[in-house]
């Protein structure tokens, strides 16, 4: 079977801007464009720019025993998950390692629908499907479409009544253009934002329209990349990109702990019974690492993978780095020793051209608080 098996019905819009489709979690997705990347960064953290994110995974999960299935192979408490709410949840193995993130979306009192990346979350999910009353479909018809930046809610406003006071993490069922579509206040850029998914049938449509209608508001088409300039600023981590699948660990097997990746948060509190709940909290204060950030001298981002040093000791590795043109730094995610994950210790990035001054400085390093994306009104 080719790398790529899932296919965006947009594609041919994504040729016609230069992406030769790249393969991401088995879709041909944009990494590529004939422009440069800053202007679209520029645009999300300014404007609005659109993206295809549909090769992100969607299952569908429906029955009476939905929830018990959630409840197991997630660390969220899902009896606080509405109809019409989602969260941001971790999947875990039994050894409490991190094995893939999610968004959980209740569409109704028996079902969701679960999106997640290239980890193994369909797996997790199944294995917790065995033996229960559950049905479980997965869904590449639905596309997902990503419209993030500051004005984006000022151009839905237009087509869609209410979306003012659709709140962070809370989506809703309705028309966009006429078609019917999930609008999600999410996204993955750190900016206030909206995930549209809409039927394959559908997409071209909503795209073009979108490009179209926005292009004087300044909304312009968005690679699949950018994100990873945007990720680096908010604090928002990419499996395996950031994780010991691509930087193992010497003698050990792959797998890192929420406390180390910074994502014990999504652990609901005092909940128990989830797949490696007993293994995560036993791994608490046993951190090998920590993601941190680093901030580079000058205007040279650092390598992906370079590493970092301190006294002429390795510390740690970059695994995503940005220059921002916006506030005119260079900075990046890092894993290191934890003993270097404290604000202003002092370190060296080793670059393939050679070696920049850095200093350790918390994540994230735009609106900590948060309070772009949770933006009312």
Known sequence: MTASWRFSTLADRHRALGS???????MGTAWTYDKDADEEYVAIRTKAGLMD??????VHITGPHASHLIDLATTRDVEKIYPGKSAYACMLNEAGKFTDDC????????????VHGSGTGHEELQRAAMGRDVSLRFD?????LSLQ??????????????IRDLNYFHHMQTRLFGFPVMISRTGYTGERGYEIFCRGQDA???????????KSAGIIPCRFTTLDMLRVESYLLFYPYDNSQKYPFENEGPGDTLWE????????????GFRGAEEHYHLKGKE????????LEGKEPADEGAPVYRDGKKVGVVTCAMYSPLVQKSMGIARLDVDCAVQGTRLEVRNKRGAISATAEPLPFDDPKKTKRTAKG
């Open 20 to 26: 030769k489709l790249e393969d991401w979690s088995g």
């Open 204 to 214: 071209g449509t909503i795209w073009d329209t979108i490009l179209d209608e926005g």
């Open 261 to 272: 990746l910074g994502l014990d948060f999504t652990v609901s509190p005092g909940k128990t």
């Open 149 to 162: 930046g500051p004005t984006s809610v000022d151009y839905l406003a237009k087509h869609v009544p209410g």
């Open 140 to 144: 590449d018809n639905l596309h997902d």
């Open 103 to 114: 968004i959980l979306y209740r569409t109704g009192p028996n079902a969701w629908m679960v």
């Open 288 to 295: 090998r690492f920590k993601i941190f950030g680093v901030l």
């Open 53 to 58: 994110v549909s090769g992100l995974k969607k």
